[in-house]
T-cell receptor
Framework: QKEVEQNSGPLSVPEGAIASLNCTYSDRGSQSFFWYRQYSGKSPELIMSIYSNGDKEDGRFTAQLNKASQYVSLLIRDSQPSDSATYLCAVKSRNSGNTPLVFGKGTRLSVIA | GAVVSQHPSWVICKSGTSVKIECRSLDFQATTMFWYRQFPKQSLMLMATSNEGSKATYEQGVEKDKFLINHASLTLSTLTVTSAHPEDSSFYIC????????????FGSGTRLTVV
C-alpha cells in the first residue's frame, strides 16, 4: 500500500515568516513529487514539482527532496495571508502518463496577519 | 497551459437519481483521465483511471456499476453516479494526463454533489 503522510495541522505562522511543510512517503521507488495548494471548496492547483534530490526554488517557494529519507518538504518564505490553504503532497511512482498521483491528507496552513 | 473544464460545478439531486459529470480537455488530448473523490477535511481518493477507448480501472472498494466512467474521446471523459444516495455526496474532481512522459497533471475545477 503506497502511502503519503503529512501532518494535518493546522500550522499557524505570522505574516512574513517562513512556513515549513513536511511529507513522507512509503514507496521507495517513487519518481516524481508534487506540492498542490487547495483552497476550501476548490480543486488543487500545482505549486511545485521536484524529481531530483536537493532543493528547487520558485519565487517564495522552495521544495526539498531527500529520496534516501523518503522525505519531501515545502518552504514558503514571506508568508502571506493569501497563502492560507491546505497544502497537499502528491507522489507518483513512475514517470508515465497513466500513473495516478497518491495524495497525502494535506496540511492546513494559517498565516496570521 | 493545459486546461480541463469540468461541469457542472455543483449539483443537487434527489436520492435514487443519476448524475453525470463531464470533464473536457480544452487544449490537449487527454489519453488518461483520473477521477478522484474528496470528502470534507479528507484528502483526494482515487476512484478510477480511464484511458481513451478502453474500460476504466477502478480502485478497490469503488463500485464500477455505480460509478460509470466513459472516456470515448481524447477530449472528453464522463463520470455518472447512478442511483445516487446521500452517502455519495462529495466533491468529485477529474485530472488529466496528456500521455507518456507527462509529469504533471491538470485538474478540473471539481463538482460538488449533494444528494438529498
Amino acid at each position: 500500500q503506497k502511502e503519503v503522510e503529512q501532518n494535518s495541522g493546522p500550522l499557524s505562522v505570522p505574516e512574513g515568516a517562513i512556513a515549513s511543510l513536511n511529507c513522507t512517503y512509503s514507496d521507495r521507488g517513487s519518481q516524481s513529487f508534487f506540492w498542490y495548494r487547495q483552497y476550501s471548496g476548490k480543486s488543487p492547483e500545482l505549486i511545485m514539482s521536484i524529481y531530483s534530490n536537493g532543493d528547487k526554488e520558485d519565487g517564495r517557494f522552495t521544495a526539498q527532496l531527500n529520496k534516501a529519507s523518503q522525505y519531501v518538504s515545502l518552504l514558503i518564505r514571506d508568508s502571506q495571508p493569501s497563502d492560507s490553504a491546505t497544502y497537499l503532497c502528491a507522489v507518483k511512482s513512475r514517470n508515465s502518463g497513466n500513473t495516478p498521483l497518491v495524495f497525502g491528507k494535506g496540511t492546513r496552513l494559517s498565516v496570521i496577519a | 497551459g493545459a486546461v480541463v473544464s469540468q461541469h457542472p460545478s455543483w449539483v443537487i439531486c434527489k436520492s435514487g437519481t443519476s448524475v453525470k459529470i463531464e470533464c473536457r480537455s480544452l487544449d490537449f488530448q487527454a489519453t488518461t483521465m483520473f477521477w478522484y473523490r474528496q470528502f470534507p477535511k479528507q484528502s483526494l481518493m482515487l476512484m478510477a483511471t480511464s484511458n481513451e477507448g478502453s474500460k476504466a480501472t477502478y480502485e478497490q472498494g469503488v463500485e464500477k456499476d455505480k460509478f460509470l466512467i466513459n472516456h470515448a474521446s481524447l477530449t472528453l471523459s464522463t463520470l455518472t453516479v447512478t442511483s445516487a444516495h446521500p452517502e455519495d455526496s462529495s466533491f468529485y474532481i477529474c485530472s488529466a494526463s496528456a500521455g507518456q512522459g507527462s509529469y504533471g497533471y491538470t485538474f478540473g475545477s471539481g463538482t460538488r454533489l449533494t444528494v438529498v
